[in-house]
């Protein structure tokens, strides 16, 4: 999972970011990452040691007789590379 995020981070930060430049050892910076993530759970564990609980959020119906609109967008720059979405729904 760290690989995937670290190679789609990289690709877009390539595409979208002027003068981004690759690791020049990946491999290398992939495991770095690894072991801060470990490192960091360990020392909260200890630290922290609470029982956590799940909490799960969601989209709720409108009320009869309405009309729900969710929608959310994005820009880059001044508007050059631009993407939003929308959904309506009803009882």
Known sequence: MTTCWHLWTWRNKSIFEEGFQRPTNPANDIQNYIRFIEESSQNHLQINPQHKETV????????????????????????????????FSST
């Open 56 to 87: 799960y959020i969601g989209w709720k119906m409108p009320v009869d007789g309405w009309v729900k609109l969710n929608c959310d967008g994005a820009c880059k720059g001044n508007g050059e590379l631009v993407g939003c979405g929308r959904l």
